[in-house]
């Protein structure tokens, strides 16, 4: 029996012993359909941090399970009676209160809708980027200030948008799906 080696793909042809070692090695390694399966998974590669960089923000929060709790930590945090960090450590529901509410770098989508929409909003301008042509869109909510109370399944957020990056080129600013 012949086997023969093409790019880690094992074929049986009757042949030579020496081949058919070449077979089972790569067989071991890898099945027919491993090769394929990387080609079917879907993976979006726009979002791929070598090539492109992707609409994200850091935020942290503070979760409450009422509006007027979430009023009164606001108040106190506008005075300056309290630092955000210590706020949310004091105050949070979330697991988050361990971090001082930090959420880390997250990507449109993994937040609920509601978070989202402040985090990411953005609004037209109604000026056009001369070398790109692409419209030119600004976020709705500032950085380093406390937005909320705002309310989610979850109970009501005080949030505070630290970084947000939202490339010129973000096609889903156009479609208004940020």
């Known amino acids: 029996m012949i086997s ?7 074929f049986s ?5 020496m081949l058919l070692r070449c077979s089972r090695a ?4 890898m099945g027919l359909f491993d090769q394929f399966k990387k080609a079917f998974d879907n993976q979006d590669y726009s979002k791929s941090p070598a090539q492109y960089e992707q609409t994200n923000a850091r935020a942290s929060h503070i979760l409450v399970s009422s509006e007027q709790q979430a009023l009164d930590i606001k108040a106190e945090l506008d005075s300056g009676a309290i630092e955000f960090s210590e706020a949310a450590i004091k105050f949070s529901t979330c697991a988050s209160a361990d971090r001082g509410g930090k959420l880390g770098k997250f990507t449109p989508g993994r937040m609920v809708k509601e978070f989202d929409d402040v985090v990411f909003s953005v609004e037209d301008t109604g000026e056009i980027n001369m070398g790109t042509m692409a419209n030119i ?5 500032d950085l380093g200030v406390v937005h909320g109370p705002v309310a989610t399944k979850f109970g009501y957020h005080l949030i505070l948008i630290e970084t947000r990056n939202i490339p010129d080129f973000d096609f889903r600013a156009k479609e208004g799906a940020l």
């Open 26 to 29: 790569a067989s071991s390694r």
């Open 137 to 141: 869109y600004k976020p709705v909510y």
């Open 4 to 10: 023969l080696c093409l790019t880690s793909l094992a």
């Open 13 to 17: 042809i009757p042949s030579t012993p």
